[in-house]
Nanobody
Framework: VQLQASGGGLVRAGGSLRLSCAAS????????MGWFRQGPGKEREFVAA?????LYSDSVKGRFTISRDNAKNTVYLQMTSLKPEDTAVYYC??????????????????WGQGTQVTVSS
C-alpha cells in the first residue's frame, strides 16, 4: 500500500499549485483522505480532508480545495492565493479506521512521502 504525493514546487505569493496523491495497492475510494503540512520548525498540522464532506483548516479555507477522483484512486489539493506562510512539506494521508477526529494526524494510518511547497514573497 503506497500513497505517492506530487505537484509541489516553488511559486510566488499569490500563485497556485495543485498537489496530487495517487494511491496504489489498495482502493481508497471508500476511505477518508486528507492533507497535512509541516512547516520549518513547526508541528504537522491539518490542512483539508475529504470524507462524506470536505473539511478545511481556517488558514486555508476559501483558498484551497480538496477533491478526489475515485476512478484514478487519486486525491487532489488545489491551492490558490498562496502565501509565504503556506511554505511546508505537504503530506497526503488515508484513514481506514473509524473513530477520532479528522483534524488529527494520529487518526490516519497511511501516509505519503511528502512534497515540498515553497512560496516566495
Amino acid at each position: 500500500v503506497q500513497l505517492q504525493a506530487s505537484g509541489g514546487g516553488l511559486v510566488r505569493a499569490g500563485g497556485s499549485l495543485r498537489l496530487s496523491c495517487a494511491a496504489s495497492g489498495r482502493v481508497f475510494s471508500s476511505y477518508p483522505m486528507g492533507w497535512f503540512r509541516q512547516g520549518p520548525g513547526k508541528e504537522r498540522e491539518f490542512v483539508a480532508a475529504f470524507s462524506w464532506r470536505t473539511l478545511y483548516s481556517d488558514s486555508v479555507k476559501g483558498r484551497f480545495t480538496i477533491s478526489r477522483d475515485n476512478a484514478k484512486n487519486t486525491v487532489y489539493l488545489q491551492m490558490t492565493s498562496l502565501k509565504p506562510e503556506d511554505t511546508a512539506v505537504y503530506y497526503c494521508a488515508a484513514r481506514t479506521l473509524s473513530g477520532g477526529s479528522y483534524y488529527e494526524a494520529l487518526n490516519y494510518d497511511y501516509w505519503g512521502q511528502g512534497t515540498q511547497v515553497t512560496v516566495s514573497s
